[in-house]
T-cell receptor
């Protein structure tokens, strides 16, 4: 069975500093990996995905993620955090038709 | 495009009452998903449809929950009778096709409170 782990419930970062939100996964076959963001009282918004090809994937709002097969990780990164990036971030894996989400990481960017 | 539309946005009801949540997927999307989000359990997939046909309902918690998709532009999730532990945010999502590498587009959710 596929699973996703987000080891940090909360990440705090100062505005302008680089940010990383961690994600590890477990699947039996090829992983299809996604990052979503949820702002308060809103639905989830798609940020980026890894299907195949380059291990560094670029997405919306300046975010990127690095796929590392040997470490089974798919960490979300941004070179310079904005206060408006403060939100709940979900990593998800899809091996077949079902999308399995992690518990989410709350990102707080401090002015 | 208006995106995925859900109604109502908020629902407050009393235990034992029937609750119906509604979803209109993005036009042209063939797959539809219902999720439930709670603090304790996070995001859980309840059921999903492809071309209006339920494919997997193993996530539906109990027989009190049922979902239908009578046509390509409308789906309902019904809880009868409702219980306080059903209180959660229910999301509907749609996807162009049922394949592993398509992202899903989420609606704004329905916040359900059962008293």
């Amino acid at each position: 069975a596929q699973s996703v782990a987000q080891p940090e419930d909360q990440v705090n970062v100062a505005e302008g500093n680089p940010l990383t939100v961690k994600c590890t996964y477990s699947v039996s076959g090829n992983p299809y990996l996604f990052w979503y963001v949820q702002y308060p009282n809103r639905g989830l918004q798609f940020l980026l995905k890894y299907i195949t090809g380059d291990n560094l994937v670029k997405g919306s709002y300046g975010f990127e993620a690095e796929f590392n097969k040997s470490q089974t990780s798919f960490h979300l990164k941004k070179p310079s955090a904005l206060v408006s990036d403060s939100a709940l971030y979900f990593c998800a894996v899809r091996e077949s038709y079902q999308l399995t989400f992690g518990k989410g990481t709350k990102l707080s960017v401090i002015p | 495009d208006a995106g995925v539309i859900q109604s109502p946005r908020h629902e407050v009801t009393e235990m034992g009452q029937e609750v119906t949540l509604r979803c209109k997927p993005i036009s042209g999307h063939n797959s539809l998903f219902w999720y439930r989000q709670t603090m304790m359990r996070g995001l859980e997939l309840l059921i999903y449809f492809n071309n209006n046909v339920p494919i997997d309902d193993s996530g539906m918690p109990e027989d009190r929950f049922s979902a239908k998709m009578p046509n390509a532009s409308f789906s309902t999730l019904k809880i009868q009778p409702s219980e306080p532990r059903d209180s959660a945010v229910y999301f509907c999502a749609s996807s162009p096709r049922l394949d592993p590498y398509n992202e899903q587009f989420f609606g704004p959710g329905t916040r359900l409170t059962v008293l």
